[in-house]
Each structure stands twice: as C-alpha cells, then as structure tokens.
C-alpha cells in the first residue's frame, strides 16, 4: 500500500489548539481521517500521513484552518463531502501595515458586525487571523462569502455587500425551494 504524506506549518501560537487538552484533538482527527499527525510544537512543522490521499488531502485543510485561527470543531466540518475552505490573503490588497489594519477591519466591523452579517448570510463561518481571511461553509455559500470579502477589501461599501449578499441568499433559498417541490412530486 501507498503511503502519502504532507508537510506545513502553521503559527507556533496555534500548534497547542491544534493539539488539544491532552491530545485529544489531534487524537481526534487521526481517527477520522485514518491518519498519523506528528507536530514539532517548537518550530510549528506540522507532519501528515496515511495511505489515502483524499483523506490525506481534508485532514491537510483542517489542520490549515487550525492555523489559520479556525476553532477545530468549525474546522472539522471540512470532513463533510460538500464543505470547502478557502483563504484570501488580505495581504495581496494592502499597500502598508496600516492599510493591512483597515482592510481587516472592513471585514470584521465594529464589535464583528460585519463578519457576523457576512457569516449569517451565507451560513458559512469566518476567521481574520494574521494576514488572512479564512472562510469554511458549503462549495457555494464559501464562494459568495469570498465574493463579498474581496469586493469588502476592494472598496465596496458594507451596504452594497449586504444587499447583494441578501440577493444571493434569496436565489440559493428559491433553489432549494425547487428542489423541495421536485422532490415533493416523485
């Protein structure tokens, strides 16, 4: 049998989170995913393997969204078939640290307002960590969350990314909808 296996690092900060009270995260995510993590928490070298790669492949993204400031129950849920993580590096967009400051706070808002709005209409869960904006949810709720983000960073205006976040969620529900009455008549 073929063994693969990936290295990453994530933030030293982050390693004891990704590690758990008495290992049991880790612990928890070797079971699921049927895979051996090894963690230097000195330097935050993360190492993974097991002998299938798609599995290989989802524990590699949790362990990014640990990093990446995610709480491991929000980054566990990657193991669905249909949950995607994604990362906007809010860096590429800021010119300066000061601008780098003002770009994550766009996203967050006063008191969160804005992540919360953002999170609430997409049903997807956000994390501004360092540099980077993390987004876990469903494929196609992470992608409009993403859309919103960025447009946020580029300069749109909160209200706008509301409105057109308003807009997304009514067709994603009327989807939904049709395929409830489809369902509903077989």
Request: charged share 35%; proline share 2%; glycine share 8%.
């Amino acid at each position: 049998m073929t063994t693969f296996s990936y290295g990453l690092k994530i933030p030293k900060e982050r390693v004891a989170v990704l590690i758990g009270k008495k290992g049991e995260v880790k612990r928890q995510l070797e079971e699921e995913t049927k895979t051996k993590i090894k963690i230097d928490s000195e330097e935050g070298d993360v190492f993974v393997e097991g002998e299938d790669a798609i599995s290989l492949y989802s524990t590699r993204e949790i362990i990014k969204a640990v990093g990446r400031g995610f709480n491991p129950e929000i980054a566990l849920q990657l193991l669905k078939p249909d949950y995607a993580f994604e990362l906007i590096n809010i860096d590429e967009y800021a010119k300066t640290k000061n601008s780098l400051l003002r770009l994550k706070g766009r996203i967050i808002g006063k008191e969160g307002k804005s992540r919360r709005v953002i999170e609430e209409l997409t049903e997807t869960e956000i994390s501004v960590y360092g540099k980077t904006a993390g987004i876990i949810g469903q494929t196609e709720n992470v992608s409009i969350a993403r859309k919103a983000i960025e447009n946020l960073i580029k300069g749109s205006t909160h209200a706008k990314i509301y409105k057109f976040l308003e807009k997304q969620r009514r067709s994603l529900k009327q989807k939904e909808m049709v395929i409830y009455d489809d369902t509903d008549s077989a």
